[in-house]
């Protein structure tokens, strides 16, 4: 097992800054990285995979820089982009043995684990289809099985089940939890449902900076007696809309059922409610951290 | 995992019956800047430093048993899977070019047309820098980068390998064109290797000068709207016969030298580019 120590890592591309001031260990597990959209995610996972390099700051691989370890470092990685681009006239199969052939797996090797991924992912039937010819969330599953060819001890998914139904995210959300037993696994995500189920511990990132580090629990108490549920007249929601932060809202009839964050009653006949982990990351992304 | 956490700390009774209850309060920076003022003053010697990093090295390496191929096998998989289409169209490319020098060998066979020919031989050897410019773009910007940049077998040594292929066919086509327009209209190949190589590097250096210039990189019409008229301009700068006397070879050979220079400096630059990783993904976030 290994672990992954970042010390005040920075990126800045001309006057923008992607990540800010990250310092955080990350050892075996599954980390669920969270945040809006621009939010520093990817760029923070691009640096982690030795793509970007950092503009200032250190990664470290069991106390060793990233850098330093080159090769060996990216043996032990697996990495599925958020779009990752494929030679179209590709089939499954020849695409998963190119990339064999680039993390350097003996060719035996690469066949056996080549049949049990596609298996795995589902593509078995298709292995010798064209890859212009897959739907997106085929294609993200043979990223997803490229990812896994070198049987990594860092994982690295971004968005990994974007683009995929529900049987299939159900299914991914499962190998992922099982693979996080004994590796490091970071999974970046807009879907907070599946880092609520398989996450053992959230990354909340806003604005470049990470705001959160820790277990779901610490997260959820971090909302705690600031979320509500009510009942409003349809008359009164636009207005509730432009005061408080609506976490869900659901029409009975004449009335509206409404579920908000806010750290004061907003509603008269409000009752508190069971805070969820999208409550939590709604409560930390709209009243905690910076904005540029 | 929480390092926010502030330890808290109390000291009490102490022997002699003096009681002590003190609350230290620390923040993980002032932590953290105690321990680095602390460890400034601590003198370094830098041979145990690299030492442990070595031993550290090994030990990472002997932890991580992965099965790897031997170099020779990994190069022959690499060449099985690697997409094939575009140098088998370079090579097409290539024998295509050597081929209408030989017909135009048998339209213009007199000492009078020397001219047309050593023309020929200048021009037709850029059309293969295309190929050259949209391998090495089909390998780092086509999307693929990105993800071979996190392999073992790394995008830097795929370009390099890219480049040594393209760069090798590209030679053997101007050489045998060289060989074949010198022999038969009896000029020195010196000569005619400086009037056929300036061009072919003036026109490398500017495909590749484009390919770090991210506006023209990432779109293939605006890279050849760039490139069309530097073909014009090469073609309409190298028909003065004054450029064609003995006494101007000092400016041919001039010319080769500050191509070599320029063109080896933009593969420093593009493969530093290469290494910082920006022109992989051009999405920032």
Redesign the interface.
């Known amino acids: 097992m290994h672990r992954l120590e970042l010390t005040d890592l920075n990126k800045t ?1 001309r006057n ?1 800054t ?1 990540v800010r001031d990250i ?3 990350l050892e075996h597990g599954v980390y669920g990285l969270l945040g809006e ?7 923070l996972m ?1 640096m982690l ?5 950092p503009t200032s700051g250190t990664i470290l ?4 820089p990233i850098r ?2 080159g ?2 470092y ?4 697996g ?1 599925l ?1 958020q ?5 179209k ?2 089939t499954a199969l ?1 695409f998963l ?11 035996e ?2 066949h056996s684990r080549i049949e049990e991924l596609l298996e795995l992912v589902d593509l078995t039937a298709e292995r010798k289809h064209r890859l212009k010819t897959f739907s997106g969330g085929m294609i993200r599953r043979i990223g997803i099985a ?1 990812a896994l060819l ?1 049987d990594p ?1 860092i994982l690295m998914l971004d968005e990994p089940t974007s683009g995929l139904d529900p049987g299939e995210r159900v299914r991914f959300r499962n190998i992922i939890s099982s693979l996080g037993k004994n590796r490091l696994v970071l999974l970046s995500t807009h879907i907070v449902s599946d880092v609520e189920y398989i996450a053992d ?1 959230i990354l909340l990132m806003k604005d470049g900076s990470l705001l959160h ?3 779901e629990s ?1 997260l959820l108490s971090k909302a705690a007696g600031c979320v509500w549920k009510c009942l409003v007249p349809e008359a009164q929601v636009e207005l509730l809309e432009r005061q408080r932060l609506i976490g869900n809202l659901r029409h009975h009839g004449p009335e509206v059922e409404l579920r908000i964050i806010s750290a004061e009653k907003p509603w008269p006949e409000a009752e508190p409610a069971e805070v969820t982990l999208e409550d939590a990351y709604l409560y930390c992304i709209k009243y905690t951290g910076r904005r540029r | ?3 926010h956490k502030n330890p808290n700390r109390k000291r009490t009774a102490d022997k002699k019956g003096f009681r002590l209850t003190q609350s230290i309060q620390y923040s993980d920076h002032a932590l953290k800047s105690m321990f680095t003022a602390a460890d400034a003053l601590l003198p370094i010697d830098e041979t145990r430093r690299a030492g442990t ?1 070595r031993l ?2 090994h030990e ?2 002997s932890r ?1 048993v ?4 031997d170099n020779r ?2 190069f022959v ?2 060449l ?4 094939r ?1 575009l140098p088998c169209l370079h090579l097409l490319g290539c024998i295509a070019m050597l081929l209408m020098l030989l017909t135009m060998s048998l339209y213009f066979p007199t000492p009078q047309d020397a001219g047309v020919m050593v023309f020929a031989s200048m021009t037709l050897p850029c059309f293969l820098v295309f190929f050259s410019v949209f391998e090495f773009r089909q390998i780092c910007f ?13 995008i830097r040594q ?1 370009a390099a390998l890219s480049m040594i292929f393209s760069g090798i066919l590209n030679l053997i086509a101007v050489s045998a064109a060289i060989i074949l327009v010198g022999r038969q209209w009896k000029i020195r190949l010196l000569h005619l290797g400086l009037y056929v190589l300036v061009p072919f590097l003036f026109m490398q250096c500017v495909c590749f000068g484009c390919m770090l210039l991210e506006k023209i990189r990432r779109h293939t019409w605006l890279c050849a709207a760039f490139l069309l008229p530097a073909a014009v301009f090469c073609l309409a700068a190298f028909q003065r016969p004054a450029l064609y006397t003995e006494s101007a070879l000092f400016f041919w050979a001039a010319a080769l030298f500050a191509g070599i220079v320029i063109f080896a400096g933009e593969m420093k630059l593009l493969f530093a580019k290469l ?4 022109i ?2 051009t ?3």
């Not at chain 1, 959209?37 to 760029?43: E, I, L, R, S, W």
């Not at chain 1, 990216?74 to 990685?77: A, G, Q, S, T, V």
């Not at chain 1, 043995?97 to 060719?107: D, N, Q, S, T, V």
């Not at chain 2, 290494?275 to 920006?278: A, N, S």
């Open positions: 591309f923008k992607a310092s955080v260990s959209n621009g939010a520093g995610k990817t760029t691009r995979c030795g793509i970007l390099e691989c069991d106390g060793i330093q370890l090769g060996d990216r043996m032990l990685l990495y982009p779009d990752f681009g494929y030679y006239e590709f020849r043995h190119y990339m064999a052939a680039l993390k350097a797996l003996p060719e090797y690469a490229q070198n001890e511990r580090a820790g277990d610490l | 995992m929480n390092r990093c550290l090295q990472f390496r991580t992965r099965p790897l191929q096998l990994l998989s690499l099985r899977y690697t997409d289409h086509a999307g693929m980068g990105e993800l071979s940049k996190t392999c073992f077998f790394h795929l290494d910082k990783g920006e992989l993904c999405d920032w976030n």
